[in-house]
């Protein structure tokens, strides 16, 4: 795990946004195409417009992303509440992904057939062969240097959720399948979540951490006793990728 420390968001997004092109970049370099999944919240909002303007607009190869997202709230599109409808207003509508390559998580079909639908598609992309560095399928075959994705940003809540895996949810523990619905009694509405299953295949995955409200489940994330069900975000631990915490002051005061 590698933890870096900004001023604040506005330094720490800068600094993710040349960090992402230089990985995409990069990884580019060895495969045809680059998987990336998004975060919903808040403070992906500031990376998507930096991201969506020069020099990044110009120097990442939108034509070969394929973009996911990491969890979905079952709202309608249009809702302002719903992680799609976020990054297409501050990202995607700004620059030249294929429409092909973008893969919503589905909210005009019930939860449960929205998450089974994500699951193929993920299936298609990803081949499952562990230890064969990854083959992936969609419109042909093509060699991919993950068995999952080049790179997932995560955010993490107050109350130390990442993703839609919440304390005490038994999705935390999910071992088998790699997209779950499930009703959140606490928000009252279906949520759609990747699961740690797949997710700790990532070649990379990056919180992107702000905020003194933050500092006290960063701590217990980073420095606690192992307590998922109460702090989810411990669960993300890549088998074989690399984990980068980027969090501002604010965030890190009590580590």
Same mark, same amino acid.
Not at 30 to 43: E, K, V
Not at 152 to 172: E, K, N, Q, R, Y
Not at 183 to 202: A, E, G, H, P
Not at 203 to 231: C, M, Q, W
């Given at each position: 795990?590698? %933890? !870096?420390? /900004?001023?604040?968001?506005?330094?720490? &997004?800068?600094? @993710? $946004?040349?960090?992402?092109?230089?990985?995409? =970049?990069?990884?580019?370099?060895?495969?045809?195409?680059?998987?990336?999944?998004?975060?919903?919240?808040?403070?992906?909002?500031?990376?998507?417009?930096?991201?969506?303007?020069?020099?990044?607009?110009?120097?990442?190869?939108?034509?070969?992303?394929?973009?996911?997202?990491?969890?979905?709230?079952?709202?309608?599109?249009?809702?302002?509440?719903?992680?799609?409808?976020?990054?297409?207003?501050?990202?995607?509508?700004?620059?030249?992904?294929?429409?092909?390559?973008?893969?919503?998580?589905?909210?005009?079909?019930?939860?449960?057939?929205?998450?089974?639908?994500?699951?193929?598609? %993920? !299936?298609? /992309?990803?081949?499952?062969?562990?230890? &064969?560095?990854? @083959? $992936?399928?969609?419109?042909?075959?093509?060699? =991919?240097?993950?068995?999952?994705?080049?790179?997932?940003?995560?955010?993490?809540?107050?109350?130390?959720?990442?993703?839609?895996?919440?304390?005490?949810?038994?999705?935390?523990?999910?071992?088998?399948?790699?997209?779950?619905?499930?009703?959140?009694?606490?928000?009252?509405?279906?949520?759609?979540?990747?699961?740690?299953?797949?997710?700790?295949?990532?070649?990379?995955?990056?919180?992107?951490?702000?905020?003194?409200?933050?500092?006290?489940?960063?701590?217990?994330?980073?420095?606690?006793?192992?307590?998922?069900?109460?702090?989810?975000?411990?669960?993300?631990?890549?088998?074989?990728?690399?984990?980068?915490?980027?969090?501002?002051?604010?965030?890190?005061?009590?580590?």
């Amino acid at each position: 795990m590698e %933890l !870096h420390t /900004y001023k604040d968001g506005e330094e720490l &997004s800068q600094a @993710v $946004a040349k960090w992402i092109a230089d990985h995409i =970049a990069d990884t580019l370099k060895r495969q045809d195409r680059f998987a990336i999944a998004l975060s919903g919240g808040s403070t992906p909002l500031r990376l998507h417009k930096l991201l969506a303007a020069p020099p990044y607009k110009e120097r990442i190869d939108w034509s070969r992303l394929h973009v996911f997202w990491g969890d979905e709230r079952a709202v309608p599109f249009e809702d302002t509440r719903n992680n799609a409808k976020m990054a297409f207003d501050s990202l995607l509508n700004f620059v030249p992904v294929p429409p092909a390559q973008i893969h919503v998580m589905r909210t005009d079909i019930p939860p449960e057939q929205s998450a089974a639908e994500y699951e193929k598609i %993920l !299936h298609q /992309y990803f081949v499952d062969a562990p230890g &064969s560095g990854g @083959v $992936a399928a969609v419109q042909g075959a093509i060699a =991919a240097a993950a068995t999952s994705f080049d790179l997932v940003l995560l955010g993490m809540g107050d109350d130390g959720h990442t993703l839609s895996l919440f304390p005490g949810t038994a999705v935390i523990h999910e071992e088998q399948a790699w997209v779950k619905a499930f009703f959140l009694t606490s928000q009252d509405m279906y949520r759609i979540t990747l699961t740690k299953t797949i997710v700790n295949r990532s070649a990379r995955i990056a919180f992107l951490t702000t905020g003194s409200a933050k500092a006290h489940a960063l701590r217990e994330v980073l420095r606690g006793l192992y307590n998922p069900d109460l702090y989810p975000s411990q669960e993300i631990k890549p088998e074989n990728g690399e984990l980068h915490w980027f969090v501002d002051e604010a965030a890190a005061q009590e580590l």
